[in-house]
């Protein structure tokens, strides 16, 4: 009678933790011709990557969660506090235009005197499970508090280390406009946000505001929050300024869909793209280093910023293993690879900036 009862009271605990809305599920209205979308779920796009609607794997789900949650890699995680340096962003001139990443895919971006905030997570997990996925520490540079009024927020997809609720929650008014690929804005409007601040698009998408074209552009990826997949869209950002040409590149395997992106849009400034996180399980939707480099190449990338590390451990790799292998991938390429500390200012209109291998400080 006990064990029943003790089950009975987890069930209900469980049931009632479920509610809390950061496990909403999203409520998406698609167009039945829509893009890559049938059967209830978004695809993988077949002309720019094999037709797939979630990582290529050969364990079983299960054992990939326990491994993501639970599994121990050796120097998977940094013995000591990560180096960071923390900008003032209230204090940044409005007239120059900046990019700051804050580790792992969360990024500030200063243009045309316009302020942008990506997937900001601030919380000290990112993961479904409370106290589980941790930041690593130093790492944790900003909070909503240290963040300015933002005129748009950019949001790539669903996932818990892209899309925190309590950071959005946390920033809330600061959030003049919030801009997402389809069904990611329904996250929005059941946490309260006024849907007239919230604008979705599929692929090839742009929003054309005063002093920014934005454009919603293609990833090979996946959605989900909890068990279900695939719900909402996935993708990458183009912000197109009269100066500046900045491509966002979320989460993504390599595929032609970069190609094709550089065609649309023409040469980008600047390639901010993934480079962590990777494995032979899901090899179709993260990047090696060296595809990373590949996808600069491909978006003919004056710059590349790999992202998508240093914060979270996600994959079984070390955590020095992204930032060394993409400066060997890229010593030979003809664009820059920027490689700041989290917290320190890229400053676009200074070419000559240069950046120290900061990861090798450390033990």
Known sequence: MIVILIIAILVVAVALWLRHPQYAAPDVSVAPDTPNYRNGQFYNDPQYAPLTASPTRSTSTWALWYQFLFGKDPDSIPARALPSQKTDLHRLDPARDVLIWMGHSSYFLQLNGLR??????FSPGASPVPGTNRAFAGASVYQAADIPPVDYLLITHDHW?????????ALGDKIRHIIAPTGVGSYFKKWGFDPARISEGNWFSRLSRPGVDIHILPTRHFSGR??????????SFALITPSRRIYLGGD???????AAIRRYLGPVDVAILECGQYDSNWASIHMTPEQ???AADDLAAGALLPG???KFKLAHHTWRDPLERITTASSAKPWRLLT???GQPVW????SQTFSPWWRTLP
């Open 116 to 121: 942008f905030l990506v997937d900001p997570v």
């Open 161 to 169: 280390d892209h899309l925190d609720y309590p950071s959005v929650k």
């Open 226 to 235: 909890l068990l279900e997949r695939n719900q909402t869209l996935w993708g």
């Open 252 to 258: 993504s395997g390599y595929g032609r869909h970069f």
């Open 292 to 294: 990373t480099t590949m």
């Open 308 to 310: 998508h590390n240093s």
């Open 340 to 342: 700041p500390q989290m």
């Open 348 to 351: 676009l209109d200074d070419p």
